[in-house]
């Protein structure tokens, strides 16, 4: 699956209605900006994050210390509760 001819090989980022590629650390850079607005304009809560219990252990602590540490908020909810 890894080498199917479709697979993304570098980040694309939108300028207006196409997508271009680009370096890591624009694409990076453009994610955290986008974070960071998200929280600016609508508060912390305007951020969710759902995580999955098929993945690893250490993968949903990280993603809910980045909703809480990062973004501020509680909105972690995952189908482990299920």
């Known amino acids: ?11 694309l980022v939108r ?10 650390d624009e694409a990076l850079d453009r994610a955290a900006a986008g974070f960071a607005a998200a929280k ?3 508060g912390p809560n305007a951020f969710g994050l759902f995580s999955c219990s098929k993945t690893t252990n250490e993968l949903n602590f990280l993603s809910q210390k ?5 973004m ?3 909105n972690v ?6």
Do not use: I, Q
């Open 1 to 11: 699956m890894s080498h199917d001819k479709a697979r993304l090989e570098r980040p």
């Open 15 to 24: 300028d207006g209605e196409r997508l271009r590629v680009a370096s890591w």
């Open 40 to 42: 600016r304009m609508g």
């Open 66 to 70: 980045f909703a809480r540490v990062v």
């Open 72 to 74: 501020g908020c509680n």
């Open 77 to 82: 909810d995952s189908c482990n509760r299920t």
